[in-house]
């Protein structure tokens, strides 16, 4: 979806192989080609670094969202949390810093440096260097790779995930399904158009599979388990105290550790302990 944002046949012209600067610098030196490189995928590493689940956590409701439900930093688990508006915020945002970052990646070699920018974009929002390295899942980014860079695989894998999230209400299972399926199809789809760094591109689809399965490890674990918390757009219910959640273990004193399920705290709502401050200081004043 390049061509949406930038003008003209650029995919078959020499400026659009080549991105602007290489197109212009042709017979740059290696040595200035490597730094310029780095100096590209490393802008758009902390581009991705800009974590926004975080950032609106922290400003609108005073709190960290990597403290409650899954301690993921993305978009299923703002949208568990704090609701609609949150998650709109968070999904434009993280989906628009993407498009900038291989925006910012084609300028330099074209095709071939916007995928890597991507690649950077997307580590960089699993691991934030603002937020100590503690991110989210980097399925919004990865979304936002495949909008921009591969269409065709882009419009299946959204089908799939789709179908797979209505039947079972995983999310996460969509996820993991559709990064393994990616390298597959970009593979059979490219098989009879090969492009300059087509293999590289290819690595960058593995590698992003399996970041994206590890990082889904402990999910595939719940959902195997029949744990994990099936997604529903409607925030979190307020979550019960520690009273009510010592009589609930007290009326099923039978029940074995092993067969309890995993529970994890989609029910918390932050932001409302610095809301309930503010009234305490208030009605002091009075």
Known sequence: MLHLFLPGDFLTSGLGARGPIGNAFQDIPLIPQLV?????LFAAYLIGSINTAIIVSGKIYHDDIRNYGSGNAGFTNIMRIYGKRAAIITFVCDFAKTVVAIL??????GYL??????????????????????GGKGILCLTAMLFMLEWRV???????????????KYISFGSILGAMLYPLLFDR??????????????MVAIL???IVVIKHWQNLKRI???????????????????????AEV?????????????????GALPGTEHKNQKKNKKDGKR
Request: net charge neutral; glycine share 6%; with cysteine.
């Open 250 to 266: 007290q009326e099923n004193p039978e029940e074995s550790e092993a067969q309890k399920p995993a529970r994890i705290n989609y």
């Open 36 to 40: 310029l490189l780095f100096v590209v």
């Open 224 to 246: 195997f388990n029949g744990t994990e918390s099936k997604f529903e757009f409607k925030r979190s219910k307020k979550e019960p105290d520690a009273e009510a959640a010592g």
């Open 189 to 202: 789809l490219n098989t009879n158009y090969p492009f300059e760094g087509q293999n590289i591109c290819q």
């Open 104 to 109: 910012i990646g084609w300028c330099y070699l």
């Open 208 to 210: 992003v599979a399996v």
């Open 113 to 134: 440096t916007a995928t890597l920018a991507g690649f950077m974009c997307f580590l960089g929002h699993i691991f934030p260097l603002y937020y100590r390295f503690r």
């Open 154 to 168: 882009f419009l299946i894998l959204l089908v799939i995930f789709l179908l797979i999230v209505k039947m079972t």
